[in-house]
Every structure is written in C-alpha cells, then in structure tokens.
C-alpha cells in the first residue's frame, strides 16, 4: 500500500501546485498586476532605457552570477551520484542527487530556455509600448508563438527555484532538506525581484518558473523515482545460517 500512497501523494502536490500558479495568476491579472508592479521599477526618460534601478547593486550581480550557486549545486550533486554508484557514499544518496541533476537539466534547461521561451511567445516588459518598446502587452495566457518574445517563463528564476531540489534528500537529512527547499523558493523569489528591476520579466513569468520547477521536483521524487518507497521500506533481514559441525574422525 506504501508505493501508491507515495506516488499518490505526488500526484496531488502536483495538481496543488498547478492549481496555486492558476489562481494567483488569476489573481494577478484580475487586478492587473503584471503591468502595475512592474510599472514601479521603470521612469520614462531615466537612464538605462528607463529600468533606472537595473545597473544597481544587488540587481546586477544577481544577472550576472546569479545562476552560479544552480550550476554549483548541479556539479555537487553529480560528483556524489558517481561517488554512490562506486561505492565511495552510501547507494541511498543517488536516487536524491537524480532528482537534483535532472531537475536542473530539464527544469531550466529544456522545459524554460528551449521550450517555453522560444515557443510561448510573450514580449519582456522593456518591448512593449507601455514601457518605450514596440510590442504590445500579451496576458500570460494569450501567447503569441514563436518569435513574439522570450519573457515566459524566467531563466535565472528557474535556475534558482531549482535549489529547492535539496529537499529530495530528506529522508536522509531532513533539516538539510527543510532548508534546500525554503532557500531555493527564497533566492527564486528574490531572483524574479531582480528581473524585474530590469524590465526582463513578469511577475507571472517569475510565478510560473517557480511553479513548474516544484512540480518537476516532486514528479521526479514521488512519481518517477519513488524516492519514500524506496527509503522507508526496512531492510531484508540478514541472517546466516547455522553452522554444521563437521564429523570427527577418529
């Protein structure tokens, strides 16, 4: 019964999940949001093309190195995964570091930087007309296809929600775990703050990415890997068996 209230379990994060990105998307639309709370950081005929606060201290290092720590954890991840399969560390640490690597592979890899952003079509704020670009603004549900635009959804964002991929490997070190997870949706926030001061994103485009990520994360750890099936069922038992006494010759 333990399997499929694991997988489970998973499958109702990840519907929770897409259904909180629905709502608050609502939300924010309902009262213009995207446009409204990005407007605070743009003043028409200020310097940096109006994003005057974009060149700052701590926004442009964010831009710049910002993804660093993701590639950091990426490379930790792995070195550990090959020290598990060789038997330098424990076999158990290997599903976890899976999770990690493959969603930073696939999360801001594939599904944002190849998929998202070349096929969604939807301007950055900098390129619409209402802060001095030439597109039109587009609601993050009315995409406009390829080649209208690459805000959505946000690489450096998803980059960073992807440090919340630690919190695969809480069954082996919970508070380790407890921390990826508040740290990586934290630094993904902060992180889609910094994008947009620099008229590069949406708030939807910084929801979104935060979104997808977690649900990536918790498909890979419950659904596809299994990781509490696999770290909560007990050990097989090792027992030896008795010792036969050989006969004596005399």
């Not at 060149?55 to 950091?72: D, Q």
């Not at 390829?146 to 946000?154: A, D, I, L």
């Not at 630094?187 to 990415?209: K, N």
Request: hydrophobic share 45%.
């Amino acid at each position: 019964m333990l399997p499929r209230r694991s997988v489970l379990k998973g499958i109702i994060i990840i519907l929770a999940t897409f259904i909180f990105g629905l709502v608050a998307t609502a939300a924010i639309d309902s009262i213009g949001g995207d446009l409204a709370w990005t407007a605070k950081f743009y003043h028409a005929g200020g310097f940096g093309e109006g994003w005057i606060h974009a060149r700052e201290f701590p926004w442009n290092v964010l831009y710049e190195y910002g993804e660093y720590p993701g590639v950091l954890i990426l490379a930790c991840v792995m070195i550990l995964y090959i020290s598990a399969l060789i038997g330098r560390v424990p076999r158990q640490y290997a599903k976890p570091c899976l999770v990690a690597i493959l969603s930073i592979a696939i999360g801001p890899g594939l599904l944002v930087n190849v998929i998202l952003k070349d096929c969604w079509g939807r301007p950055r704020p900098a390129e619409i007309t209402a802060f001095g670009g030439g597109k039109e603004f587009r609601p993050v549900w009315k995409p406009g296809g390829p080649g209208e635009g690459k805000s959505f959804t946000c690489g450096h964002c998803a980059m960073a929600f992807s440090l919340a991929s630690v919190a695969a490997f809480y069954p082996i070190h919970p508070v380790l775990a407890g921390c990826g997870l508040v740290g990586g949706i934290t630094y993904g926030s902060i992180m889609g703050v910094a994008r947009m001061v620099q008229g590069g994103h949406f708030p939807t485009d910084v929801l979104w990415s935060g979104v997808l990520i977690l649900m990536l994360i918790s498909l890979l750890y419950y659904v596809v890997l299994r990781i509490p099936e696999t770290t909560t069922q007990p050990p097989a038992p090792t027992t030896s068996a008795p010792r036969q006494s050989s006969p004596t010759v005399r």
